[in-house]
């Protein structure tokens, strides 16, 4: 009986330490990925290494979380318990699937729930300004149609087959430009169905094209990997340069002489909606030339 009752103590003795060292870890695990998260100071390195490895360094930390979870379920009956019987047993597998539990719902929460503020995480820098390194100047971020002109045609190949995705950073002052380029299906898109960000683009189609042979309708098929949910989305390609846009001018047709109101709603890419009224064309115009959503509040 004395060898149980000093076999006990070592073991609760063990188990305390175990939770409290387990706890540690978890903790420390966190402050250092978010040490090594605050090291990237560019929004593009930043933005690679959170969606590389953040989901990763969550599932250490609720591993070990986990763990401490069941040195803390060994501890349960310390005072009354101090012999060993088939309790003992019992409490050690009870404390083997409650660990296994939390790490379990954990994984399934960091796969399936956690991506939708992941996502939101990853817009936000991607789309976030950029300064010019050489200058200090604020670039802007050119349109899927504008950016053409800038990639060369191996990129713009990768582009159209939606395994790479380039965005261009133009500092309209000097001309200079920052090409960031991003994996095309590294981040899913929000299903309309279950509402998790977890559907992807499973094929690409063109089903219409100009008389000379180039795409005109590209016609993308997703899937859910949650729900299992489908959907299909034509994009039209765009044959213009970006000289086409830049000397492109406002079009108004019609008369405007009974015109009320003008109103304009914009919404970001990171889902920020504004709305804005205006009495004349000439004011909406205006508004639109010097319009930059960041300077909102």
Known sequence: MEGAAAFMATWYMAMKVGAIVSVAMAITVFLVYRLLVSTKTDPKQKYDYINACEIKW????????GIACAFAINLYGAENYNTLGLWFFVRLFISICAATLVAYVAALMLDYYYPTSLNFKLRKLRYAPRINAKTGNKMR???????????????QAEEN???IDYDVWLDEKTGDVKIEKYQGHLVALQCNNCGFYTMKVQREEIVDRHEDGSPKELLKHYKCSYCQNLRATAFVVSRKEADDYKNQKPNTRGNTKNLEAIKIELVSTLGRRKSFEFSSVTGAQKFLNEFDFDKLA
């Open 58 to 65: 969550l599932k250490r930390t609720f591993l070990f979380l």
């Open 141 to 155: 971020l050119l349109s899927e149609d504008e950016e053409d002109v800038h990639l060369d045609e191996g990129r």
């Open 161 to 163: 087959i939606f395994s």
